[in-house]
């Protein structure tokens, strides 16, 4: 069955710090992996996704994820963050034929000025 | 272009009360997923529909929830009689279903009291 694992529930950074969110999974189908953000009081939106090809993906307002299968991890980065990047991040997983996701407990993001 | 609607935006009522939650989802898509989100258990996974069926309703606590979708564009999600546990921010997300891999959509979600 698969499963996510986020290792940190909450992550608080100074801003402009870099920040690295940990996520791993289990999988025993092919692996499509993705980052929800969810701000304050709204829903969940799509940050970035893994499909196939490149294992490092990248999303518009800079944050990156790199799927590493041997590990089977895909832990999101951001090198300087802002903060507006306050939120909780969501690492998700397919989780069988229909489609539909698996969600790891999410981490809440804080940036400090 | 419109995303998925979830009405209403927040919800207070008495126990015992009948609560209707109601979402209308992206035009075009054929995925329709209902979730409960909770500071103890997180996002949970209630209910999900493909083109207007439900495939896997494993996710709903008891058979106080119910949810329906009669057609393309609505569904529903009923809880009756409701309980101050059900108390919980309800999303609903839909997707194209033309492949496994396609994203969902989330709605800004129903915030649920229940006194």
């Known amino acids: 069955a698969q499963s996510v694992t986020q290792l940190d529930s909450q992550v608080p950074v100074f801003e402009e710090a870099p920040v690295e969110l940990r996520c791993n999974y289990s999988?025993?189908?092919?692996?499509?992996l993705f980052w929800y953000v969810q701000y304050p009081n709204q829903g969940l939106q799509l940050l970035l996704k893994?499909?196939?090809?490149?294992?490092l993906v990248e999303s518009i307002n800079g944050f990156e994820a790199e799927f590493n299968k041997s590990q089977t991890s895909f832990h999101l980065r951001k090198p300087s963050v802002h903060i507006s990047d306050t939120a909780e991040y969501f690492c998700a997983v397919i989780g069988g034929s229909q489609g539909n996701l698996i969600f790891g407990k999410g981490t809440k993001l804080s940036v400090k000025p | 272009d419109a995303g998925v609607i979830q009405s209403p935006r927040h919800e207070v009522t008495e126990m015992g009360q009948e609560v209707t939650l109601r979402c209308k989802p992206i035009s075009g898509h054929n995925s329709l997923f209902w979730y409960r989100q909770t500071m103890m258990r997180g996002l949970e996974l209630l209910i999900y529909f493909n083109n207007n069926v439900p495939i896997d309703d494993s996710g709903m606590p008891e058979d106080r929830f119910s949810a329906k979708m009669p057609n393309a564009s609505f569904s529903t999600l009923k809880i009756q009689p409701s309980e101050p546990r059900d108390s919980a921010v309800y999303f609903c997300?839909?997707?194209?279903?033309?492949?496994?891999?396609?994203?969902?959509?989330f709605g800004d979600g129903t915030r649920l009291s229940i006194l």
């Open positions: 893994y499909l196939s090809g490149s294992t």
């Open positions: 997300a839909s997707s194209l279903r033309d492949s496994i891999n396609q994203p969902q959509h």
């Open positions: 999988s025993s189908v092919s692996v499509y």
